[in-house]
């Protein structure tokens, strides 16, 4: 006959109960929680971003755009550190000089060293780019969730103003607004590449937000008593993150190249400012005799379009599950 | 769809008007006076400055000359420039060619973008398909100017294939070159829609079934594939009419063309700025009749959308 006796943690023994009322006492678990975390940590990771750092980081395509990236903030930030030589400083006698000792790339037609002025270069073209960018996102985001969560007027209006926006190209509206613009810095040229650049991000976000916003987690936040501008800022929006980063990064490509094009039209950033674009229309005038002088500052512009539209591509792949079944 | 139709076409109108009202506020209402500076560095007498205002509403409240300039809009006609020309005859002079050049880019990007993109889709993963996605990359990455550039250096100086400029009346040979590189980023991005499209539909289903039922490779790419997948990319190119003709503004600058992308930067320069609200407001009225022909077309082909 089995023992139905039990010890509880008295140490008082009960009586027996009898047949069909036995009760299963777990004993006392002396691990604590911590040996429940141990097991998750060892599971696959769960996570939209944790799945996508460990798709990205097995494709050398990510590393080549990473570095490209890195190493083109770094001459933006700190030129110093590549060259020793003022891009302001030119002599003439040198003028289209080849290649030579302590000038890798040559001179150009001013006679200024064109290694450094690519190197100089690249802080307008970067500052440009990422000003233009945060504001496209903060305002695009801004727009497209308000119009895509509270609806009703708010969208019709929003849509509305976003698609009079759209209806204007953006590099007609920046040559129409840039050629009367007498103040022409890095900033006044981001902010008018933004304010009529913005509308696809608000597009995009509007729809992710209209459907991430019936998802049934915005239901329990609700139901929990949250606050609707809350669960936008919580639930909602971070939730949307991943279609926009994805075109945050493809949009500061196409705003470099769209500043180069004003600067190359003359309507940019001034002469003073060294830039990639001004310095491919300067060698515009070389064209004929020396072409390579243009291939510097060209080749620098390309390579880093190119690193942050890479960039781009891996996170899209990594971040859309159906790209990545194969 | 009558429905539909009806109430996309009731969109437009306030999308037409903010557009021209913020493309007139952005001409009009910036600093500087194009009258005075009409006389250059003598000046014109202020009687004369008097007259020129009167007779271009310039003297008026910019609500009334907007007003007068859609009613010019509406009954197509611009009125003259300040050196007496008709606008309606500036931009029938422009439009012919640019409308060729943005024509000849479309059939560039949607003839080699479609057929690369496909072989690229179909082996997704392979050799063709990896050197497809860095070469559209770097066609991204590269501005227009550049190429233009590079293709004047290497196609019409080096190898004297093609004429490095255009000029008056160019015929279609003279506009190859100039609609390639027209068609340069664009062409990258069919290139990539077409391949994302196919790759994704050659995993479908019904694919599958066609290749169970024993059809022939051939006929299951040309009739289930491509068909299938040619839908964003019709899209695309139908919106992008809009945006070549507008980006035309570099690629004729540098081939030298008189479109509208030549008249327009002149015009800006010269500070003529009746004719640059014209021009830009046709080039906003051909940007948004693409983009509802093709939302038309896209109802058309995909009934989910009409019932949204």
């Known amino acids: ?326 | 769809m009558l429905w539909y139709l009806g109430r996309r076409l009731l969109q437009v109108i306030p999308v037409f008007l903010g557009a021209t009202l913020l493309l007139y506020a952005m001409v009009f209402l910036r600093p500087g006076d194009p009258v005075a500076a009409l006389g250059g560095e003598r000046g014109l007498p202020e009687a004369v400055q008097e007259q020129i205002r009167a007779e271009y509403n310039l003297d008026k409240p910019f609500v009334i000359q907007y007003l007068l300039f859609l009613r010019g809009v509406v009954t197509l006609d611009f009125g003259v420039d300040f050196r007496g020309r008709e606008i309606t005859d500036v931009i029938a002079n422009a439009f012919p060619v640019t409308i060729q050049l943005a024509l000849m880019a479309l059939a560039f990007e949607a003839i080699f973008g479609i057929g690369f993109g496909l072989v690229a889709g179909m082996r997704k993963g392979g050799i063709f398909d990896g050197s497809a996605l860095v070469v559209s990359l770097i066609f991204i990455a590269v501005p227009t100017f550049v190429v233009g550039f590079v293709m004047q250096i290497v196609v019409g100086v080096r190898l004297g294939w093609l004429p490095v400029s255009a000029g008056r009346d160019p015929d279609f040979i003279s506009l190859l070159m100039p609609a390639m590189v027209l068609a340069a980023v664009s062409f990258a991005y069919v290139l990539r829609l077409t391949r994302t499209s196919v790759a994704e539909n050659m995993s479908a289903d019904y694919v599958r079934t066609a290749r169970a039922r024993g059809l022939r490779r051939s006929e299951v790419t040309g009739r289930h594939v491509l068909r299938n997948s040619l839908i964003p990319v019709v899209t695309f190119l139908g919106a992008d009419i809009g945006a070549l003709m507008s980006g035309a503004i570099i690629t004729e600058g540098i081939f030298n063309i008189n479109g509208v992308g030549g008249t327009l930067y002149d015009a800006i320069i010269r500070g003529e700025s009746v004719t640059v609200v014209s021009l830009t407001t046709v080039l906003v009225l051909v940007y948004i009749a693409a983009n509802l022909l093709v939302d038309l077309l896209y109802a058309a082909l995909d009934p989910r959308i009409r019932y949204a």
């Open chain 1, 1 to 326: 006959m089995p023992d139905n006796r039990y010890e509880n943690p008295g140490g008082s023994v009960t009586p027996t109960p009898r047949p069909g009322q036995e009760r299963y006492v777990a004993p006392i678990d002396e691990g604590g929680l911590g040996a429940v975390d141990a097991v998750k940590a060892d599971d696959a990771p769960t996570s939209l971003w944790r799945d996508a750092w460990h798709q990205m980081r097995g494709r050398w395509l990510f590393w080549i755009s990473a570095a490209i990236i890195v190493l083109v903030v770094l001459v933006a930030a700190f030129p110093g550190l590549f060259t020793s030589l003022n891009p302001r400083v030119c002599n003439l006698a040198d003028a289209l000089g080849g290649p030579q000792a302590g000038h890798p790339f040559g001179f150009d037609r001013q006679g200024c060293d064109i290694y450094t002025r690519t190197i100089f270069g690249a802080r307008a073209s970067v500052v440009v780019g990422v000003l233009a960018t945060t504001m496209v996102v903060v305002l695009g985001t801004a727009i497209g969730a308000v119009a895509g969560y509270y609806g009703k007027w708010f969208d019709t209006i929003l849509s509305r103003i976003t698609d009079i926006f759209f209806a204007i190209p953006l590099v007609l509206a920046a040559i129409v607004i840039m050629s009367v613009t007498t103040n022409r810095t890095s900033f006044t040229v981001a902010f008018v590449l933004a304010l009529f650049g913005w509308t696809q991000i608000a597009r995009i976000t509007r729809g992710t937000v209209l459907s991430v916003k019936n998802n049934e987690f915005v239901t329990a936040a609700r139901s929990l008593g949250m606050g609707r501008g809350q669960i936008l800022w919580k639930h909602v929006l971070p939730n949307s993150a991943a279609p926009i980063i994805v075109y945050a990064t493809v949009a500061l490509g196409q705003f470099i190249v769209a500043e180069a094009t004003l600067s190359f039209l003359g309507i940019g950033l001034p002469p003073s400012t060294v830039s990639w674009g001004g310095d491919i229309s300067a060698a515009q005038g070389a064209i004929r005799t020396a072409p390579e002088i243009l291939l510097y500052p060209a080749g620098g512009l390309a390579l880093t379009v190119l690193g942050f539209m890479m960039m781009g591509d891996v996170v899209r792949d990594a971040l859309d599950p159906k790209a990545r079944k194969r």
